[in-house]
């Protein structure tokens, strides 16, 4: 699922359309986000602590789809034992 949005992410930035993109690109992360946190939530790290934050992400109203696409990632990636942060 990562794989396939960092290639996302990469086309968007070389095409210049990134919103086009997100808006596309974002119901397809969150129905596979579903199959996994349903199917194969024990591979997940600690799922039950991001489960609030990952909702949270994915109900976000009023906001851009840039902005939720990026949201709805970040809160996801803790759960693959990969920090959100970048490192100092």
Not at 66 to 84: A, D, Q, Y
């Amino acid at each position: 699922m990562f794989e396939l949005a960092f290639k996302f992410l990469q086309i968007a930035q070389q095409t210049g359309n990134f919103r086009l993109a997100a808006k596309a690109f974002l119901p397809l992360i969150v129905k596979r986000w579903e199959f996994v946190w349903e199917q194969q939530r024990f591979l997940l790290d600690r799922p039950s602590l991001h489960e609030t934050s990952i909702k949270k992400a994915m109900d976000l109203e009023g906001a851009s789809s840039e902005r939720k696409f990026i949201v709805v990632l970040m809160s996801i990636l803790p759960t693959l034992g990969i920090g959100n942060k970048s490192k100092l």
